[in-house]
């Protein structure tokens, strides 16, 4: 399968006003409907439609040039129009000539005094006006008010303009526990496409009350089957059973489901199932025999039971656990299989195949070989160091060459796990998704726009110095883990005294506005938690825990206010409860 992403962009010729002198000239037309109330953009489970796009768009106009454009339900006469989805696709729109797998084209076009912005759906119309506020200079770098950047004008002309495009991956989510649905920050810069489920799923199949009459359909531990949700997958009649249980879901509404073990090792321990294993196969991350081969043969023959009643479907399933191996013998898996790498156990710091990490060269072959018997792979990883989320960590290094990478063994999705602590990841967290629908793009030029317009022309190359320093420290550290263990080696007196001076003059450099010097601010919390962070193991190791407490307690007191702002999640302050304040 080919993915493709076409991005043209060109304008030319005579222009129109949308907004003169504070003023709407231009209407926006959405074809029967009402207007959306601005505002309405940021509610992440609302339906993405027509109207809503056309709701984006006037939100931001407004936003930029105080002016609030009409929304109509036909175009009047020869005034200026912006024709969104539906009406701009009746009014001659062509979008069946740009690819896209996923069914996410969409094009900009200006045609003489009317521009017709539409998408192949609802969340692709709406980033076709994201596309075009872009085209204006808006730009969404972080999922909070701070977040927004528009320029202040009262006048807004647009040029004969063609903008067309299609994402590169086909299904590209950005999520976490409590950062749900698609919120506008998540569909202006790319995530959407195909609904692949990839969670832990086998329960969903088979009914335990299946045990009664037919134990041996569960997995046998410890010499006893026990009713759970782990299978004897060897068993035929499991088998056929478990394809059934797929087949109803997909008839009720899971087009794509996952057919991926539950988390743990509840693995089969019968004669049957362990024959299956290569024992000269071991999975590295435990040293146990890997059961890869074991459940790809389950999973092909459950894969081509669907494919006989449900063809279009794609049955994705982790390589996670004793189960990220490729399987033992050379096998091409059923087309309608997609693998899904979790490297939850490989280093966090470094970038796939980095020549300072063992860890990441074996990850690297792991996604060749799995792209070799696969004719569909995702990635489905974290996008923050997994078990520490107090300290700025950057992936700027990571993504830069990873996701490219990947979109070059083939991957057709990406599935990132995220906490959107604005603080202590922001540019990366923009720069993932981003590259996500647009694998080609080139990162550094993502990231210059970044710092140049969320810090401002003068602090800009400042913070930039900030964030790589920070990246650069990660991507050059000769640890391989994860969580706090090697927080004190990147963060070292030196270091953070080096942080702070960066931060403070670029305060000096963005004295007497405000948003640009809130921005700063915002990073500069997240320097405080890694100083706090610090000084609670300093005091600890020397016996002060009068003074680690009390450390602890101002750390844990500006996550939550920083959570109450919408900058951080709630997850950190709870990670803080249990990981240090139990201490």
Known sequence: MVLVNVIEVRSWGQTFDVVRDGKPVAVVVVEATQPVPPGKGREANAAWDDRRAAGVLVEWVQKMTGATLPIRESTPGESPAILIGTAAIKAGLKLDDIPSVSQEALRVRCEGNRLLVAGQSGVSTTRAVCRLLEYWGCRYFGDHDLGEVFPKTTTLTVTNLNIAESPGFVSRSIWGSQWTGQTLWKVWNGAGGLQLETGHAWGKYVSREVFEKHPEYFALRGGVRQAGDWYCTSQPGLRELFAEGVIVAIKNGHLHPSISPPDGRGYCECDACRAQDDPAVIEPSSGRVSVSTRYVDFFQEVARRVAAVAPESILSFYCYADYTEAPARSIRLEPNLCAWLAPIRYCRFHRIGAENCPSRQQLERLVVRWGELASRLGYRTYNY???????????ISVWKHDIPFLKAQHCLGINLETLPNWQIYGPHLYLSI??????AADADTIMDDYFMKFYGPKAGPVMKEYWLSIDR??????????????IHLVYTPEFLSKLQELITRACHLVEGDPVYAARIQLAEEGLKNAMEYEAIRQAMNRGDFTGAVETYNALLRRTEANVASGYATRYTATYLERFVGSY
Not at 477 to 483: A, E, I, K, M, P
């Open 473 to 486: 420290a990660f991507s050059q550290l000769n640890c391989h883990t994860g969580s706090f263990y090697a």
């Open 434 to 439: 981003r590259l996500a629908y647009d694998p």
């Open 385 to 395: 160091n997994l078990a520490e989320c107090v300290v700025p960590f950057s992936m």
